[in-house]
Each structure stands twice: as structure tokens, then as C-alpha cells.
């Protein structure tokens, strides 16, 4: 398998009046052709700046991608001009937002939606678009798929709202679905619906996927690598296993056992992670976690941590703390 | 008054419903229909116990929570509080009801006013209720709750913009408490919460529970922060009560269907316990609550729908002891 997409050190800062917001500072990872990847994390950790890196859609200003790679099918992203980006965007990237109320214009139908990426990319006539479109209604599960598109998104329930993003990401039948928060605004039995149709588009059309969310819980069934942010940085990453059956980093450690789960015994009391995220335009020196961190050395104050290999675990499992025993720099 | 027993219940809902009027029209609104938003539910909050409420959206758990506290006055049904009828009180009797029943509300940040200090917002019912004498015996009373909600007492003059939405949420349990309620309502407390920020949170409500023997009405979705903190549990489906049952007894033996598929579609953050567990996928969506089912609302969805779950509206009975379900197809006289 050849990466599908390569980050390499990517740095995405914001430049506000309040100071300099460090949004995304020096990450790194890959993705293979058809894999699922999960970017988990707390808000302003990173995790949706990463996405809009990715798909070039930082506001700028004040937002600015400062230095770093991105690669995607052997093509810097960070090198085209705005006519390629476009050309990209929605043709060969979706992407999905985590608001379907107000990522649908309100004012079009699904159909007129749903047929203007086609139109555009590929250069179809309406009819072979208006055929197109239904095609992806019934892929997502919307029934009597001819009629619903002549529907507004308002007569839309919000799980349906969500069916007709992914829909529209898989347009063009994308090689990369982003999805930003999917299920964060449903209800828990439509969440689950969501996420199937995720998985089961991603195995039918196999396509890669980047899920980005806050929930550990929504990913633990439906991915196969998991990058862990914290303060603009990846602070552990490795396969879903390795990450949740021995956690390294205190941080994905402090989240794993700061949830109560339905399978465990019910506990006394929770252990949370004390302290709140730090501020990014005010950063510590250091580990940005170090003072939540009941592990922190004196180490953690002066440098901050390499992305390093587990020593123990396979290739892939890495890990950005000084308290970790870990083996060669990634 | 009556005269309160420690084994009479604190709240007693009784076949309370809460309608709400759809109009049509600008200026001669016409009245086209009606949400049931709470639609006939029956249930009882002891004193120390936290009762949890769940569903999903549109299912109703906010309202009947504001008919508790009167926030809403029910359309249909009694709202009774340590044995006194709440919809009858008077508006100066209802103000001093409400001493001692008190909420916390989900969005930390549209809860409480910006332009009010922490000092002024947690002092404000304290006041209110006429609680302590002079400056400087209220300036001791905001140092001691914001103390007890484990704020710094030197933030008590900064403006909720200067905190944090964790810290902005203890503001409003530090206020929820500020007048020794007896019951606390609290409406999705951590949902707008980071999950490293919910944990201390949730064990935050439950020191004070134990500190001042507090009565909880715990709304929420999250079924699993739900459990970690409930001593009896009740889930709503549009505007119905489905199931209702000591903590340990639904999550481990749930009877109705709905709940069933609810457990199974929580996530939990284990892949190994995710790859050996089934998982129930309700197909379709929650109908709307302007036009519901007939005969079971949730029929519509149910993997277990029958002719008569059309007809029959299931009425709740007790299936085990203390655990009461509303289906035609579970317990004794199933069909």
C-alpha cells in the first residue's frame, strides 16, 4: 500500500490581535489508500484546523499555513494554486461538517446540491447528473430517492441532513472522505446509523476516511489508527489497539479513564484530568500538558517532547512525552 | 401544608402533560395543532435519591423537567412537591417553594449574565431569600460557595467571560446551591463540556449530593454519565415514559425495546469490547412530536412491532419489582 496522504510538520497559526494562536504546530502522520483514521481530541486541540489545512480552506486572514507538507497522491497541496485546489476540493477530497443544518444551503434543493459538484467536476449534463444523484440518495440509505430531491433541507430530519453531506462528499467518488464532528450534533441511535453508512461506504467504495471527533467511544468501533492531539500537536498515534489497549501518553491515559463506560463495573468516582487545556496564543514551554500531567519531569518544562517510537510496541505506536520510555525519534 | 415524612416522596409528577399550541398566521394566529411534549407521564423523586432522565431530542425530558419546576405550567396533571401542589401556589408562595428547589442548565456560557460578576450572580439568590445580613456576612457566604464548588475565592469579581465553560458551570451550581435548595434539577449539566473537564464535573455533583443531601433530577442523553451517577433511571421516548427502573436493573436487564437499542447504539471506548458486542441499529427517525404514532410512539422503529402496538396505547406496568416498562410485549400478560 502507497500513502495516500502525507503530513509532514504541517503548521497552521492564526494571527489575532490577542497573539499568535499556535492552532496546529509541527504534525506528522500518513494515511494509506482505503484506511480510516480517527483525530481525537478536546475543542482547540487542533483537530478541525488539521482538516481545513488539508483541504486548504484555513480563513486567511488571520489564518496562515506557515510551513510543513501535505501530500496527497504525490501531489503537494500546499504548492497548487486556487483553480487545482478547486479541482481537488470535492473531487478527489469530501469532506463532511459537523453541522447539517448549516452546512445545506436552504434556499436550493437537495437535488440542485447534490448535481452542482458533479456538474463541475465532471462535466455532466443534467441528466446524466439529476441519474447520478439519485444514485448516491439510495447509497445513503434516503428512500423513494427521485422525489426527495426535489425536497428542501428543512423537510429533512438532522440524520437525513447528514445522509445528503455524505452524499455530496462521495459525489465524484472522492479517494479521501473527511468528516469533521459527524455524529456530534444527533441523537445517540441516529449517531449509530451515521457511522455505519461511514463504514459501509468507505468498505464498498474503498475509500480512506479521516474522522475527527471529540468521543473515543464513537471511534473505538470504526477505524483503524488513531492520532490523539492535544494542544495543536499529535501526542500519541498508532493503531486502534495499540492506543486503547496500552495507551502511552498520560493524556490518552487521563481520557480513557475519565469516562464512564457502560461495560465496567460502576465505579465510586471518575478520575478526571485536573486543570483545564492551556491557552494557545500562551503557551507553556515545554510539554504543553505538563501541568495537567501527573508524570511530568523536569525535563517537560524545558523541551518539548519528540514524537518517538514505543519501544515496546510495533512501528507504528508513537508517542510525544518525555516520561515515556521510548526508543528512536519518528 | 402536609406534613413531610422522611418515606414520602419529595416529587411526585402525576399524569402530567404538556402541550404546546402551533400557530399558523402573523397577526390572527390560528391554532393548527399541538406538540405533545409531554404526553401523560407519572413518576416519583424520593428524598436523596438522583434520578436520572434520558431520551434522545424531542423526547420531552427538558419540559417535564421545567413543569418541575415551574417553569412551564403543565397543561394537564399535578406537580406535587414535598406533598404540596405546585400549579396552585401563589406567585409569593411559589418564590418561596422555590428556595428550595434549584437548576443547573446545560450551556455555561448562555446561563449565566456577562455582565454580572461571580460574586453578583452566586449572590443574587442568597439575597433574594434574604438569606444572611449585611456586606460583609454576603461576602463570606460567596467565599464559602465558591469554595465548596472548588473555585478560588479571589475570582469571585471577574466576569463569566474570564472563566472557563468548566469553571463557568461550577458559577452555576455554586448559585444552583447558594440557597440550600433541597432539589436540584440539572438539565444536561456536562454536555457542553470537554470530556476531560465532565469527569470533575460529575464528581463535583456528587460531593455536594453527599455534603448536603441533595435530591437530583438528572436529565441527560449521555446514558452512560447517567448510570455512573443515577440511583433509579427513567427513559422517555416522544413525550412518554417507556421504562423506569432502579440503575442497575435497566442497564443490566433493560425490558423495552427502546431501551434495548438505546444501550447498544453507546459506544464504548474499547475496540475489543466493541468488536464482541451486538449492536441494535434503529432504522428510520424519531417522528415528530406534532404527529405521533398511533397506539405505541415508538412502533414505528420497534424490531418488535406487532398489529395491536398499532392499536393500544401500552400503558406502564410493573414487570419486575420496582421496574416498570410501557410495552405490550414484555413481562407478565405479554403477547
Known amino acids: 500500500m502507497t500513502a495516500l496522504l502525507e503530513v509532514n510538520g504541517l503548521r497552521t497559526h492564526f494571527f489575532t490581535s490577542a497573539g499568535v494562536v499556535k492552532?496546529?504546530?509541527?504534525?506528522?502522520?500518513?494515511?494509506?489508500?482505503?484506511?480510516s483514521l480517527a483525530i481525537v481530541g478536546e475543542s482547540g486541540c487542533g483537530k478541525s484546523?488539521?482538516?481545513?489545512?488539508?483541504?486548504?480552506?484555513?480563513?486567511?486572514?488571520?489564518?496562515?499555513?506557515?510551513?510543513?507538507?501535505?501530500?496527497f497522491m504525490g501531489e503537494d497541496l500546499l504548492a497548487q494554486d486556487d483553480k487545482a485546489m478547486r479541482d481537488i476540493r470535492g473531487n478527489r477530497i469530501g469532506m463532511v461538517f459537523q453541522e447539517p443544518m448549516t452546512s445545506l444551503n436552504p434556499v436550493l434543493t437537495i437535488g440542485r446540491q447534490l448535481t452542482e459538484a458533479v456538474q463541475r467536476h465532471l462535466g455532466?449534463?443534467?441528466?446524466?447528473?439529476?441519474?447520478?444523484?439519485?444514485?448516491?440518495?439510495?447509497?445513503?440509505?434516503?428512500?423513494?430517492?427521485?422525489?426527495?430531491?426535489?425536497?428542501?433541507?428543512?423537510?429533512?430530519?438532522?440524520?437525513?441532513?447528514?445522509?445528503?453531506?455524505?452524499?455530496?462528499?462521495?459525489?465524484c467518488s472522492p479517494k479521501l472522505l473527511i468528516a469533521d464532528e459527524p455524529t456530534t450534533a444527533l441523537d445517540v441511535t441516529i449517531q449509530a446509523q451515521i457511522l455505519e453508512l461511514i463504514?459501509?461506504?468507505?468498505?464498498?467504495?474503498?475509500?480512506?476516511?479521516?474522522?475527527?471527533?471529540?468521543?473515543?467511544?464513537?471511534?473505538?468501533?470504526?477505524?483503524?489508527?488513531?492520532?490523539?492531539?492535544?494542544?495543536?500537536?499529535?501526542?500519541?498515534?498508532?493503531?486502534?489497539?495499540?492506543?486503547?489497549?496500552?495507551?502511552?501518553?498520560?493524556?490518552?491515559?487521563?481520557?480513557?479513564?475519565?469516562?464512564?463506560?457502560?461495560?465496567?463495573?460502576?465505579?465510586?468516582?471518575?478520575?478526571?484530568?485536573?486543570?483545564?487545556?492551556?491557552?494557545?496564543?500562551?503557551?507553556?514551554?515545554?510539554?504543553?500538558?505538563?501541568?495537567?500531567?501527573?508524570?511530568?519531569?523536569?525535563?517537560?518544562?524545558?523541551?518539548?517532547?519528540?514524537?518517538?517510537?514505543?519501544r515496546s510496541a510495533a512501528a507504528e505506536h508513537h508517542v510525544a512525552c518525555w516520561a515515556v520510555e521510548t526508543g528512536s525519534a519518528a | 401544608m402536609t406534613t413531610s415524612s422522611a418515606d414520602s416522596p419529595l416529587v411526585e409528577v402525576s399524569r402530567v402533560k404538556k402541550y404546546f399550541p402551533v400557530t399558523s398566521g402573523i397577526v390572527f394566529k390560528k391554532r393548527v395543532g399541538e406538540v405533545k411534549a409531554v404526553d401523560d407521564v407519572s413518576l416519583t423523586i424520593r428524598r436523596g435519591e438522583t434520578l436520572g432522565l434520558v431520551g434522545e431530542s424531542g423526547s420531552g425530558k427538558s419540559t417535564l423537567g421545567r413543569c418541575i419546576l415551574q417553569l412551564h405550567q403543565q397543561t394537564e396533571g399535578e406537580v406535587k412537591f414535598d406533598g404540596i401542589e405546585m400549579s396552585t401556589l401563589s406567585g409569593r408562595e411559589l418564590r418561596t417553594m422555590r428556595r428550595r428547589i434549584n437548576a443547573i442548565f446545560q450551556?455555561?456560557?448562555?446561563?449565566?449574565?456577562?455582565?454580572?460578576?461571580?460574586?453578583?450572580?452566586?449572590?443574587?439568590?442568597?439575597?433574594?431569600?434574604?438569606?444572611?445580613?449585611?456586606?460583609?456576612?454576603?461576602?463570606?457566604?460567596?467565599?464559602?460557595l465558591l469554595d465548596v464548588v472548588g473555585l478560588n475565592p479571589y475570582m469571585a469579581d471577574r466576569f463569566p467571560h474570564e472563566f472557563s465553560g468548566g469553571q463557568r458551570q461550577r458559577i452555576g451550581i455554586a448559585r444552583a446551591i447558594a440557597a440550600e435548595p433541597e432539589f436540584i434539577v440539572a438539565d444536561e449539566p456536562v454536555s457542553a463540556l470537554d470530556v476531560s473537564i465532565q469527569a470533575q464535573i460529575i464528581?463535583?455533583?456528587?460531593?455536594?449530593?453527599?455534603?448536603?443531601?441533595?435530591?437530583?433530577?438528572?436529565?441527560?442523553?449521555?446514558?452512560?454519565?447517567?448510570?455512573?451517577?443515577?440511583?433509579?433511571?427513567?427513559?422517555?421516548?416522544?413525550?412518554?415514559?417507556?421504562?423506569?427502573?432502579?440503575?442497575?436493573?435497566?442497564?443490566?436487564?433493560?425490558?423495552?425495546?427502546?431501551?434495548?437499542?438505546?444501550?447498544?447504539?453507546?459506544?464504548?471506548?474499547?475496540?475489543?469490547?466493541?468488536?464482541?458486542?451486538?449492536?441494535?441499529?434503529?432504522?428510520?427517525?424519531?417522528?415528530?412530536?406534532?404527529?405521533?404514532?398511533?397506539?405505541?410512539?415508538?412502533?414505528?422503529?420497534?424490531?418488535?412491532?406487532?398489529?395491536?402496538?398499532?392499536?393500544?396505547?401500552?400503558?406502564?406496568?410493573?414487570?419486575?419489582?420496582?421496574?416498570?416498562?410501557?410495552?405490550?410485549?414484555?413481562?407478565?400478560?405479554?403477547?
Not at chain 1, 440524520?159 to 462528499?169: D, N, S, Y
Not at chain 2, 449574565?113 to 454576603?138: F, N, Y
Open chain 1, 199 to 310: 463504514q459501509q461506504v468507505q468498505r464498498e467504495l474503498g475509500i480512506a476516511v479521516i474522522i475527527i471527533t471529540h468521543n473515543l467511544g464513537v471511534v473505538a468501533r470504526y477505524v483503524d489508527r488513531i492520532n490523539v492531539m492535544y494542544a495543536g500537536r499529535i501526542v500519541e498515534r498508532g493503531t486502534l489497539h495499540q492506543v486503547f489497549d496500552e495507551p502511552q501518553h498520560p493524556y490518552t491515559k487521563g481520557l480513557l479513564a475519565s469516562v464512564p463506560r457502560l461495560d465496567k463495573p460502576k465505579g465510586e468516582r471518575l478520575i478526571p484530568i485536573e486543570g483545564m487545556p492551556p491557552d494557545l496564543s500562551n503557551l507553556p514551554a515545554g510539554c504543553a500538558f505538563r501541568e495537567r500531567c501527573a508524570y511530568a519531569i523536569a525535563r517537560c518544562e524545558e523541551d518539548v517532547p519528540e514524537v518517538r517510537h514505543v
Open chain 1, 124 to 171: 455532466y449534463d443534467n441528466e446524466a447528473a439529476h441519474a447520478r444523484a439519485s444514485e448516491l440518495l439510495e447509497l445513503v440509505g434516503i428512500p423513494d430517492a427521485a422525489n426527495r430531491l426535489r425536497a428542501y433541507p428543512h423537510e429533512f430530519s438532522g440524520g437525513m441532513r447528514q445522509r445528503v453531506m455524505i452524499a455530496m462528499a462521495l459525489s
Open chain 2, 107 to 144: 450551556d455555561p456560557y448562555s446561563s449565566l449574565s456577562p455582565r454580572m460578576t461571580a460574586a453578583g450572580i452566586i449572590g443574587e439568590p442568597v439575597s433574594v431569600h434574604g438569606l444572611v445580613q449585611g456586606k460583609a456576612e454576603m461576602r463570606e457566604r460567596i467565599q464559602h
Open chain 1, 23 to 35: 492552532a496546529v504546530d509541527g504534525i506528522t502522520f500518513d494515511l494509506m489508500e482505503g484506511e
Open chain 2, 203 to 335: 464528581n463535583l455533583l456528587q460531593e455536594l449530593q453527599e455534603q448536603f443531601g441533595l435530591t437530583y433530577l438528572l436529565i441527560a442523553h449521555d446514558l452512560s454519565v447517567v448510570r455512573h451517577i443515577s440511583d433509579r433511571v427513567a427513559v422517555m421516548y416522544l413525550g412518554k415514559l417507556m421504562e423506569l427502573a432502579p440503575c442497575d436493573d435497566l442497564y443490566e436487564d433493560p425490558q423495552h425495546p427502546y431501551t434495548k437499542a438505546l444501550l447498544s447504539a453507546v459506544p464504548v471506548p474499547d475496540p475489543t469490547v466493541e468488536e464482541a458486542r451486538e449492536r441494535i441499529v434503529l432504522q428510520g427517525d424519531i417522528p415528530s412530536p406534532q404527529n405521533p404514532p398511533q397506539g405505541c410512539v415508538f412502533h414505528t422503529r420497534c424490531p418488535m412491532a406487532i398489529d395491536d402496538c398499532r392499536a393500544v396505547v401500552p400503558p406502564l406496568k410493573e414487570t419486575s419489582r420496582g421496574h416498570w416498562t410501557a410495552c405490550i410485549r414484555v413481562g407478565p400478560g405479554a403477547v
Open chain 1, 49 to 71: 484546523i488539521t482538516a481545513l489545512s488539508i483541504m486548504r480552506l484555513i480563513p486567511s486572514p488571520p489564518g496562515r499555513i506557515l510551513g510543513g507538507s501535505i501530500r
